[in-house]
């Protein structure tokens, strides 16, 4: 087990590691460090891409949050058979490429696509299509990572007691304050999991801000396979890589010890 | 006079799909009152209890609280609150932040909700030091007290009780039982308990209400509904008991029509007479019984078979095959123990006083 674990995930971080530190466009580990890479990185503008990156991740797991809050609370508390059509058509999705999916949304924004084509025929009236900005990239982060969101968000809903809520509403706690006192701290580590996961692969993503939002924005995604693929400089995608990895890994770790995860995995609460 | 009702229902029902739940429910509780409400599972009594403190709506009838009417209000308006049975403490909170809840919705100062969380965790007997304690780090009887505590933070009109103690072991349960009997003359608060033990109802209660299939079979004081239930489910529901059917003969009195019953002594004027024809059901308690000897005699008496014995600690209990083969029981205290042994043959005996005829139609 721990020799799986040492090869197939261990041994190609720390090489990607030492990578990070060798000089620019060497194709082996033979080399003196440098560490030009991480100034490359700090001097080339390369730090915009990181930004953007999460910054539209922190965006659409804010938006995923609000919305999937309402629909999860509905599917752990509300529906009974109807949440399992709800997470059927939303598995179902799964089962479709995302760059075919993505594509598909493509075709519905475009200029004279689905929505501005009938428009046009219908009224007349026309616009420049809803494609290529940076919303429509939030939009599509959004649109892929729903399911990431949506099914923690339901289990840790669902580990909220109905006692817990009911106490609450009979000493006179407001929606509002059910919301804040019970709901939310109680459900913390779904929301916890959920919101790492949308995060973490809204940051990694790169196939949402190329389709949909053309060149407006670089992510660092996007930065990394270029260096590794046209640049020819893999120790600029190392270090970039490994910035990558640095950050998504301390979020990780510090949102993991908030919450007690063994209750998500159905532990009990002693 | 009688004190005016601080809750009154009037034909309170509740429906799930074809399931009558509660039947047309009318109800008058007292100001100050500790009123149980008993009943088997599934008698109405936890959606009762539910509707009452508004986290289940009702779907017919009117309740009023004092004079105003809340069948309407939200469960988070209402002045009344609720001991859940599983206490519904939130785990994620300390001891002090659950008891401080209320208080903190209510936009109180910090310093004076700890002042008043210290007073209820004196007046409970928990120490001090609890105020920081985790909810997972309490026991069942700490817990107990803690949700308590809660409730009576609240300050509510009237405080209800939805079966708090019964997961609770026994010597736990007697010690609370009376804790909460103290709780309530000294607060003077209007206490609704429902429970499905009896043993708990005596101890603790003004009045018990007895409920069946979604409706109230008696609501009495202890002593009555003991003494003098109205029907045979609360006489069997009111612990051991001895009933026998019986019917009036020619001259009114009162014949066994499965055990055979002597009626010596009973007087023209007694209420132990039926007219002829008339039937009803005799219902005297296993303590009321008493073993005779030969020549002594009793208003009704029974002959039979001593067939067992069971010592219940202060007390022992026999079991008797009356002739036709029906079994009596029969409860001594340890002192009185019965000299016989088991296969004696034995008459028993019992005064008019100490029986009870339900007239049930």
């Known amino acids: ?270 | 006079m009688s004190p005016e009702p601080i809750l009154r229902l009037e034909g309170v029902s509740k429906y799930f799909g074809e399931f009558t739940a509660l039947d047309n429910i009318n109800l008058e509780i007292d100001e100050g009152e500790f009123l149980t409400i008993v009943g088997p599972s599934g008698s109405g009594k936890t959606t009762l209890i539910r509707i009452l403190v508004g986290i289940e709506e009702l779907s017919k009838g009117k309740i009023w609280l004092r004079d105003k009417r809340i069948e309407e209000m939200p469960a988070n308006l209402r002045p009344t609150c609720m001991v859940f049975q599983s206490l519904a403490l939130f785990p994620h909170r300390s001891v002090g932040e659950n008891i401080e809840f209320p208080l903190k919705l209510r936009k109180q100062r910090p310093d004076d909700r700890k002042a008043r969380a210290f007073e209820l965790l004196d007046l409970l007997h928990l120490p001090r030091s609890f105020y920081q304690k985790r909810i997972s780090e309490c026991s069942g009887g700490e817990r107990q007290r803690v949700a308590l505590a809660r409730a009576l933070a609240f300050d509510p009109e009237i405080l209800f009780f939805d079966e708090p103690l019964s997961a609770l072991d026994f010597r736990l349960r007697k010690n609370l039982e009376k804790e909460l009997k103290d709780l309530h003359q000294r607060t003077g608060k209007t206490f609704v308990y429902i429970t499905h033990s009896l043993e708990e109802a005596m101890v603790m209660s003004d009045r018990i209400a007895i409920m069946r299939s979604g409706h109230f079979e008696q609501i009495a004081v202890a002593d009555e509904i003991y003494a003098r239930p109205i029907s045979r489910f609360v006489a069997e529901f009111m612990g051991e008991v001895n009933l026998f059917s019986v019917k009036g003969d020619v001259s009114g009195n009162l014949v066994g029509t499965e055990i055979d019953i002597q009626t010596g002594r009973v007087g023209p004027d007694s209420a132990m007479r039926l007219g002829q024809g008339a039937s009803a059901t005799l219902m005297v308690r296993p303590e009321s019984v008493h073993f005779l000897s030969e020549d002594s005699a009793a208003d009704f008496v029974v002959g039979g078979v001593l067939q067992a014995e069971y010592a219940l600690g202060s007390r022992t209990q026999y079991k008797i095959q009356a002739d036709n083969g029906d079994e009596l029981a029969v409860e001594k205290l340890r002192e009185d123990r019965f000299p016989g042994k088991i296969g004696d043959r034995v008459r028993l005996g019992w005064n008019a006083e100490y029986a009870h005829m339900i007239m049930e139609e």
């Open chain 1, 1 to 270: 087990m721990g020799v799986v674990l040492l090869i197939s995930f261990l041994a190609p971080l720390l090489v990607i590691a030492v990578f990070s530190v060798m000089p620019q466009k060497v194709f082996s580990l033979l080399h003196l460090p440098d560490f030009s890479s991480y100034k490359l990185v700090f001097t080339q503008g390369y730090i915009k891409s990181v930004v953007w990156s999460f910054g539209m991740a922190l965006a659409s797991t804010v938006m995923l949050f609000v919305i999937c809050w309402p629909l999860a609370f509905g599917m752990a508390k509300v529906f009974k058979g109807f949440g399992l059509f709800i997470t059927i058509a939303v598995v179902v999705t799964l089962f479709v490429s995302e760059n075919i999916r993505l594509f598909g949304w493509v075709l519905t924004l475009m200029k004279g696509g689905l929505i501005e084509g009938h428009l046009r025929a219908w009224t007349g009236l026309t616009f420049e299509g809803a494609l290529y900005n940076v919303p429509v990239i939030v939009f599509g982060l959004v649109y892929a990572y729903f399911p990431f969101m949506l099914f923690p968000l339901i289990q840790g809903i669902a580990m909220v007691p109905d006692d817990a809520r009911q106490a609450a509403a009979d000493l006179g706690a407001s929606r509002w304050q059910i919301f804040y006192e019970v709901d939310l701290p109680l459900s913390a580590p779904g929301i916890v999991i959920g919101s790492l996961l949308s995060f973490v692969l809204a940051a990694g993503a790169m196939a949402e801000s190329k389709l949909l939002g053309g060149q407006t924005v670089i992510v660092i995604a996007d930065e990394i396979e270029t260096a590794f693929t046209y640049g020819q400089n893999w120790p600029l995608g190392s270090a970039l890589s490994i910035i990558l990895i640095l950050i998504i890994g301390a979020l990780s770790i510090f949102g993991i010890n908030r919450v007690n995860l063994d209750l998500i995995m159905g532990g009990r609460r002693s």
